[in-house]
């Protein structure tokens, strides 16, 4: 027999009964029933009911062990009597008689406990996360997570593309985050940089000749953390094509998150890779306040502006006399009452404005009624004319807010998802995908005035260099995201290939040809000697696992995560270096004051 397990603990059932068996793993849970010790053995796979009473010849031993010991022990596969069998669990019809035991690994008074629900402070969680990934939820986590990164190397693979890796060691290159740098021993006072992404490894490789890369890709990045986002280090599925147009590039991804999406979604519904909507940013920031959208959520706000212009209520109509403002409203199908209208008035002003307006349209016996201090100030045909430009009818409402968009279209996003929410509209039981297209290349300071770029500068321009000769806040780019539920989880653009569009976009923000040589020398100069038109993306690993997990928090899906403070607890990182390790490298740490 094997030194520890001839079976997991999730293989043996009633086809078992009489054998002797070997299992190893922890002890889950321990029942004490006047006489007879019931232990649940717990294994990666699975969990095994084992049982001792005084006639087994180890009886002594098994009463010392307690939950998290890690055991071995032989014993004889019985059949559970039939009131007494767990249909929840595939060894639930037998019970192992212990007839011998090896204590592998006594455990310390547990800090967490692994059987349960309990919850713990997520500092706890991330200093003890060896055992916190012990608990049910996190093994599942984490097998998800390995079966999706299968899965989509799969399907890659399917689709004809090689996997490649690229350096891990660099040069920094901006890319909209901090680096991370690592000194240089060999070149002192020279540095290297984790990369924020493969990309100009990826599209270099489109120059060699490479056809189709793809990459489940580390990437590092200094940022501050979110609920969806690492702070210092995330995968994704990176990939480049050469000799493609930006439909060839959703054509080939969408299908593998479709798939994806599919196979471990748990029966949620996912609309056919080819109906997913192409919405530009300009319009995903009107009808949604946000360049991700929720899909799931059926509400889309319009602009009103028109129905305030000159109206009787000034607030609204004076603002709309400043240069750059509208009023846009946010239908609410079946949210016409004063207490839930009041609600979302107060949720405005936690969101730091001083309310935000509304209407709401009441059954009168003798006819519909629109009400609201709104209503009173526009007066009846104002109000009917907004109601019918929103469909709405009785026992609707509308809330309205007003000013230059950038400076409320993201409250106005925020305060959709909690209408939808709040109101029952948002289908659940759905991944409802989006590519945002068109993105703008540039925007000015509101303040100077200056040009600088909004999004991706390597993005190949809407109409090439003649494009770039007329007004550049008109200027877009063939750059593009997949939202789904709320969340960018691909982002990716034709590639700008040729170095005079690529000069010229950076000389429009400022950046002169030498700047541009010394910053993005490798690539530049590979562009001279014939690159082709070529493009890509990368979709976020971590991201993916957290919506098909149902988790709010990408540290759940990840296996060692960092706290909100990019420390890791557990192996006491970030710490002091040595002072052998500092002069080796000819770095000196300068105290920071307070």
Known sequence: MHAYRSHTCAELNKSHVGETVR????????????????????????????????????????????SEWCIRIDGNVKARDENLVNDKIPTGEIEVFIRDIEVLGSSAELPLMVFGDQ???????????????????????????????????????????????TPIIT???????????????????????????????????????????????????????????????????????SFVTQQDVFDTIAPVMAGVFEEFGKGRKVDAAADWPQISYKDAALWYGSDKPDLR???????????????????????????????????????????????MNAFAQKEGLPGMGYIFWRDQGNGMEAAGPLAKNIGPERTEAIRQQLGL????????????????????????????????LTDKDRFAFAWIVDFPIYEADEETGKIDFEHNPFSMPQGGMEALNGDPLA??????????????LVSGAIRNHKPEIMFKAFEIAGYGKDEVEKRFGGMVNAFQYGAPPHGGCAAGIDRMVMLLADEANIREVIMFPMNQRAEDLMMSAPSEPLSEQLMELGLRVIPQDG
């Open 393 to 424: 009818g009785v026992g609707d409402a509308a809330f309205f807010l007003g000013g230059k968009p950038k400076a409320f279209e993201s409250v106005a996003g925020r305060a959709r998802n909690v209408i939808g929410e709040e109101l029952g």
């Open 23 to 66: 299992l190893s793993g922890w002890v889950h849970r321990v029942r004490d029933h006047g006489g007879l010790l019931f232990i649940d053995l717990r294994d990666h796979y699975g969990v095994t009911q084992i049982m001792a009473d005084p006639d087994s010849p180890v009886f002594a031993e098994i009463e010392k062990v307690r």
């Open 171 to 241: 040069a920094s290159s901006p890319e909209g985050a901090r680096d991370f740098l690592v000194p240089s021993r060999l070149h002192p006072g020279k540095f290297y940089a984790l990369p924020q992404a493969p990309q100009q490894f990826k599209q270099l490789m489109m120059v060699s000749g490479f056809d189709k890369y793809f990459q489940i890709a580390p990437c590092f990045r200094d940022e501050d953390p979110r609920a969806d986002r690492s702070p210092t280090d995330f995968y994704q599925l990176d990939l480049e094509m």
């Open 119 to 165: 919850e713990y402070p997520e500092e706890t969680r991330l200093r003890y996360r060896y055992l916190d990934l012990r608990r049910d939820k996190m093994q599942a986590n984490m097998v998800l997570r390995s079966n999706m990164i299968q899965s989509i190397r799969k399907r890659m693979w399917d689709k004809g593309f090689n996997e490649y890796q």
């Open 475 to 488: 200027v877009r780019g063939f750059q593009y995201d997949l939202a789904c539920n709320g969340y960018e």
């Open 297 to 343: 959520n059926p509400i889309k706000m319009q602009v009103v502006s028109e129905h305030f212009r000159g109206s009787g209520f000034a607030i609204f109509a004076k603002l709309l006399e400043q240069d750059g403002t509208e009023i846009r409203a946010i239908p609410a199908p079946t949210g016409g009452s004063r207490k839930f209208c009041d609600r």
